[in-house]
Each structure stands twice: as C-alpha cells, then as structure tokens.
C-alpha cells in the first residue's frame, strides 16, 4: 500500500453486485486488481490523482476520445476497466466551491476507483444472514426543510443565485447482512446506472436515472433531470403543463450546457433532446441530453473539474449556489450527488450518485432533495423529496418499489 496523496492497494474487497455501469457482457466476472483512495482534508488535487492512478493502469484518461488498447493486462487478467466514484465533497474541491458539513459516512472515500480485471468465473453474491432495519432517524424534519426552502427564495430575491438545490439525509441502524436490500435498490425500475461499489466496512448502491457524463464514440453528454411528479396519467400532464418545473429544467440545461462549453477540446454543444417525460420507479422525470463532440483532447481531470458537482444538483450560478448549501444543509451529502459509474477502454459513463444508499456496517444511509426556484413552494418541496425517498426506503425494506415509508 502507498499512502500519501491518496492511498493505492491491491486487496480485494467482497462484493455485494456488479458495480454501477459496468459492461452488462461482463456478467459477475470481475476480479479487483487496484484501488485508489483519496479523502476529503488529503493532500493534493483529487483530480489529477485520480487520473494518474488510472492511466498507470494503462486506462486512457489522458484523451478520452482515444480508443485504448484492451489487451493491456496487470497481473493474472486483462483490464475490464475502473469503477469510478467522486462525492459531491471531492467535486467542491474540483470546482473550487465552499465545502459544506462533513459526511455522516466517514469511512467512505470522497474519490474512490477500482481497476477490474476479467475473472474466469462469476462471483457468487451469496445471500447471508436476515436483513433487520430499525426506524429512520431525519436529518431534518419537516419544518426544518422548509425554512431552508424559504431561505433559497429569500437568497434568490437578493439576486444572490437563481436555482439552488437543497438536500436531506436519513439514517437508520440495521443488523444483519445489507447485501440482499442493496441488491434490491439496485435494480429499482429505471435506474439507469444500477449497481453496488464496497470497499472496507462500508458500500453504497446506487438506482441512479441520471447521467451526469458521458464520453463515447467521439461525443461527451449530459443528460440533466429536473421536475418530479408521481407515475399517474394526472402526474404526467401536471408534470408537462408545470411553468415551475420547466424553468428550473431549463435553467439547468443551460448550466450544463455552459459547463460543457468552456472545456477545452470540445465543438459547438447543442440539446438533443428537452424536457422529455420518463419513468424512474413510482415517478415521472424530466430529462434534457445535451451533447457536443470531442474537437481536440479532452482529459479525464478537466472534465471532472468541468462538470462536478453536477449542476442539476447544486444549482446557478454553480459556486454561489454550493456558498448556500454549505450554509444550509446540517449534514454533509455523503455518497449522494456525486458521480459514480464505469471507464472502459472506450468509454466513460458517470451517472450523478441521486438515489444512492450506503451502509457503514452499523447504519443505512439515504438522502433526497430537490431544486428551489423563487416560485418554489416550501410543503410541496418537502413532500417532492420525500416521494424521491420513498422507493429506496421501500426496496430496503423488501416492499414494493411504490411502497412510501
């Protein structure tokens, strides 16, 4: 092990999935061959750790346009790729923003990435002892969060920000083994980057809808999601007539449009795709893909710095909107908004850690929030995060996935 600016090993953890966007022909077949660790308050920057950890694993962060050689191979197998996970913490830094509370899950990495390679057989998630979870204990409670919503509209009527997203966290003890009920939200519908990420003590599962970047086949893309409404013919339509909802999508797309635009390395940016109605778990969300092609070099330590935290949960401007977090939320966002995800040999795929759980090994950790708008009702974003909260507590709980507890 080295430790220093971030700290390298290469023991294996015990794994509870597949990790999240790892290819789907992989199956199980995944063997860990390095891990990289780097901790809020460490030394040196996150990102150019991180990239030159990964490219001394011969994977190519340097361009990610370039396709890389998958016939590389360390030790015993030929590299799969990397599991990749930033915390919204590790992402302030990037962007250079005011870091908030501190993490309510300590153990967890703020950048944390395992190099993988191919294994001859498949792993057995084996199902261990009865999962018992205890009741939740909020962060916030109710009136709490809305006074934090009133104090959005109050900073926004100062010409302070335009958009800010707010966000709570849950906990609760539990006993038994965690690996079943993080499978379980794992593959809540829709969950685009379902997976499981362990490491030593802890794990995080993430039922993630959202893609906060990816790189392929010559192009980078976002595709930001904003407005929420329950999965019901009435929802939709609400959802699609809601003047609220598609300014604050709108206003995030520009964001994300503008973060895209000033890296280096990248064409004219264009939305593919606005406003679009899809269906994550018992929900309606809108989603926008905005794209621009890859004109020149583009590194794996520019784009994080670009693109982290993600703007459709932070909000704009991005640094005065994460000044007003840090002044508002009482617990730290842990594993959730943040990027998790896969880099392959031709690809990159980082989906924004929201609907994202973790265990400690004696608690279960959850958060959901929403964006504040100056029309933005106190009540009705309350009961919004708690609808967000509603199927991972449920898939904990082995309940249907519209369950709400």
């Not at 966002?333 to 400690?360: C, E, N």
């Not at 919004?384 to 909260?389: C, L, T, Y």
């Amino acid at each position: 092990m080295v430790h220093g600016s971030g700290a390298v090993d290469h023991s294996p953890q015990p794994p509870f999935g597949p990790p999240p966007g790892a290819p789907a022909g992989c199956g199980a077949r995944h063997d860990v061959l390095s891990v990289f660790r780097w901790h809020r308050g460490d030394p040196g920057d996150p990102a150019e750790l991180l990239a030159g950890f990964l490219s001394g694993n011969g994977l190519p962060v340097r361009n990610l346009g370039r396709t890389g050689d998958k016939n590389q191979t360390i030790g015993d197998g030929a590299i799969c790729g990397a599991a990749l996970y930033v915390s919204a913490d590790a992402g302030c830094v990037m962007a250079g923003g005011m870091l908030g509370a501190p993490t309510p899950v300590p153990g967890i990495p703020d950048v944390y990435a395992v190099v993988y390679g191919h294994s001859t057989k498949y792993h057995d998630f084996a199902v261990g002892d009865s999962w018992s979870l205890g009741p939740w204990r909020d962060s916030w409670s109710p009136t709490d969060h809305a006074h934090a919503v009133e104090q959005v509209r109050h900073a926004i009527a100062r010409g302070d920000v335009y958009q800010v997203n707010v966000v709570g966290h849950a906990s609760a003890a539990y006993t038994g083994d965690p690996g079943p009920a993080l499978r379980r939200v794992a593959a809540l519908p829709g969950a685009r980057y379902g997976g499981i990420l362990t490491g030593d003590g802890w794990a995080m599962a993430t039922a993630s809808p959202e893609t906060l970047v990816e790189v392929r086949a010559g192009r980078i893309i976002t595709r930001p999601i904003k407005g929420t409404r329950p999965a019901t013919g009435d929802g939709r339509r609400e959802l699609l007539a809601s003047t609220k909802e598609r300014a604050e999508h709108v206003m995030i797309v520009d964001l994300e449009r503008n973060d895209l635009a000033r890296l280096p390395g990248t064409g004219p940016v264009r939305v593919d795709e606005l406003f679009a109605v899809r269906r994550w778990a018992g929900l309606w969300q809108a989603e926008s893909v905005v794209s621009a092609p890859l004109d020149g070099d583009v590194g794996l330590a520019g784009l994080l710095r670009a693109v982290c935290p993600g703007g459709s949960v932070t909000g704009a401007p991005k640094l005065a909107a994460l000044a007003e977090i840090a002044a508002l939320e009482p617990v730290g966002r842990g594993v959730s908004m943040g990027a998790l995800g896969w880099l392959g040999h031709d690809h990159l795929d980082l989906g924004l850690s929201i609907r994202t759980v973790a265990v400690d090994g004696h608690r279960v950790h959850a958060w959901a929030g929403g964006g504040i708008t100056i029309d933005s009702d106190p009540a009705a974003e309350v009961a919004e995060a708690a609808a967000k909260a509603g199927p991972l507590r449920a898939a904990l709980r082995g309940q249907p996935p519209t369950a709400v507890s």
